[in-house]
């Protein structure tokens, strides 16, 4: 993985929000295609949602008047 990108992840603004989830293997789905598959829990996160990073980061980036028009999510 090159640096920047590495760089990016560890500077992301989730970290107050989004906790570190585990890596769980999946014994039988490995099994089933012959390789090493491993699950990220991402719905381990307090709020039960995959894209709670994703949405944190994007707000967070808001300027003023996009805050002030509001957010509408589904």
């Known amino acids: 993985m090159p640096h920047s990108y590495i760089k990016k992840i560890l500077n992301a603004r ?9 890596l769980d293997a ?4 490995s099994s089933r295609l012959n390789n090493q ?4 829990r991402e719905d381990l996160q307090p709020v039960f949602s ?3 990073r ?4 994007k707000m967070s980036r ?3 008047s996009a805050r002030q028009a509001g957010v509408v999510a589904a």
């Open 62 to 64: 808001l300027d003023e």
């Open 14 to 22: 989730v970290y107050d929000v989004a906790r570190e989830t585990p």
């Open 26 to 29: 999946a014994p039988l789905l």
């Open 37 to 40: 598959i491993w699950l990220k």
């Open 54 to 57: 994703g949405a944190y980061n």
């Open 50 to 52: 995959f894209k709670c």
